[in-house]
């Protein structure tokens, strides 16, 4: 129980710092194993009374540092290379990764050092987060329902409300490429941004507060494009499908009934009609996009976990839509016989569609029966 603790609170350090550290198109460092201190969220600024939020809102922006975030927010470029990352706590925690980066937004880090972190890998997609434990061979799983680039997109937001400032303050190579660089600011805490002139990726960032550097993430080489020779089989490393699954939410269950998560849904959830002998359902959520409206929200998800008491699995499902990627970035298809993490679109009988995520290890014939009980 102590290590689930702890998972979930380097998942949450993880999204707090999401939009104070990117990477192109998703995050360039979260606190992770090697992470350290994180800086208030910035979207508790709005809570400051309406006469300051206006004086706020008279700050003017920097046309010029708006468009170079901008262009960060969509860039969709593959790349690839090596990453340094410089942590402020404890005296300075150094790590090095290899990084790969696609044109939908999905991130795979390896950890390279420390030697107490080498063969970890991270990866990340737009709303889904799984941390692969080497010397434990355990893959953390996590996800929220979240649109591409969001918390950069939030980040923008807070500039044109005034919330934060933005400002270009030079320019310099990294890595061999022409990046310019963008300051955003609020009060007692900072960020600088290296957006590649080229293609828009972050190359480096830089967090700091009023005692000083926080962290520091910078790529020391990087390919982009064809030559970054990235494939969709990256983000899908074998290893970990001979890894213990460790899904990431609270331990304690947000509903008592699916009837009182229904209130706060925008779609009746599937349930199971047969499940595996001594399963029962044990945990019920509603994840929502934060600065959602309550009480219903459109892009709202469910998470039903079923259990015997020793083993478990997890079921997230949200409304889909014709066209729209699949929940998580995962492989739609026929079911995949010893996956622990599949997606299945289910098409409902008045020709709505579900997405809905399997996570867990039962056998093929009891994934096989629970699929075709869904209703």
């Known amino acids: 129980m102590r290590e689930v603790f702890r998972s979930l609170n380097r998942f949450a350090t993880f999204r707090r ?3 104070w550290a990117m990477i192109p198109g998703i995050v360039l460092e979260s606190s992770g194993p090697a992470g350290g201190q994180v800086p208030p969220r910035p979207g508790a600024m709005p809570g400051r009374p309406a006469f300051v939020r ?3 809102g008279q700050r003017p922006r920097d046309p010029q540092a708006m468009a170079l975030l901008r262009r960060m927010v969509r860039a969709r470029v593959p ?3 090596e990453q340094i ?3 402020a706590e404890q005296g300075m925690q150094t790590s090095r990764m290899r990084v790969w980066g696609d044109a939908q937004g999905r991130v795979r880090r390896d950890y390279v050092e420390p030697d107490t972190l080498a063969g970890d890998i991270m990866l990340i997609a737009p709303n889904q987060y799984r941390y692969y434990h ?6 953390d799983i996590a996800l929220w329902p979240a649109p591409f680039a969001e918390r950069e997109r939030q980040m923008i937001r807070l500039i044109l409300q005034g919330v934060l400032t933005a400002r270009r303050v030079g320019e310099e190579f990294v890595a061999g490429r022409q990046a310019d660089i963008v300051l955003v600011s609020a009060p007692e805490r900072q960020m600088k941004f290296w957006i590649d002139r ?3 990726l ?3 960032n830089e967090i700091s507060n009023t005692s000083g550097l926080v962290s520091r993430s910078y790529m020391t080489r990087i390919q982009v494009g ?3 020779g990235v494939s969709p089989a990256l983000f899908e490393p074998p290893v970990l499908r001979l890894a213990r699954v460790n899904p990431l939410f609270p331990p304690a269950s947000q509903y008592r009934t699916i009837e009182e998560a229904r209130e706060r849904l925008p779609f009746t959830p599937l349930l199971p009609g047969v499940l595996p002998p001594g399963f029962q359902l044990t945990g019920v959520w509603v994840l929502e996009p934060e600065g959602t409206p309550a009480p219903v929200t459109p892009g709202a998800m469910v998470l039903l976990r079923y259990s015997d008491g020793v083993s478990s699995f997890s079921l997230y499902q949200r409304a889909a839509q014709r066209g729209r990627p699949p929940l998580a970035g995962a492989r739609v298809g026929p079911l995949m016989r010893r996956r622990v993490f599949q997606h299945w679109r289910v098409e409902r009988p008045d020709g709505s569609l579900l997405d809905v995520l399997y996570i867990g290890t039962l056998t093929p014939g009891q994934v096989d029966a629970l699929y075709r009980s869904l209703k």
Request: charged share 30%; aromatic share 4%.
């Open 226 to 228: 064809e030559e970054a």
């Open 79 to 81: 790349f690839s290379g």
């Open 85 to 87: 990352t410089e942590v």
């Open 54 to 56: 206006r004086l706020l």
């Open 202 to 204: 972050q190359l480096k």
């Open 134 to 139: 080497r010397q434990r061979n355990v893959v």
């Open 17 to 19: 710092m999401a939009i």
């Open 198 to 200: 080229e293609t828009g």
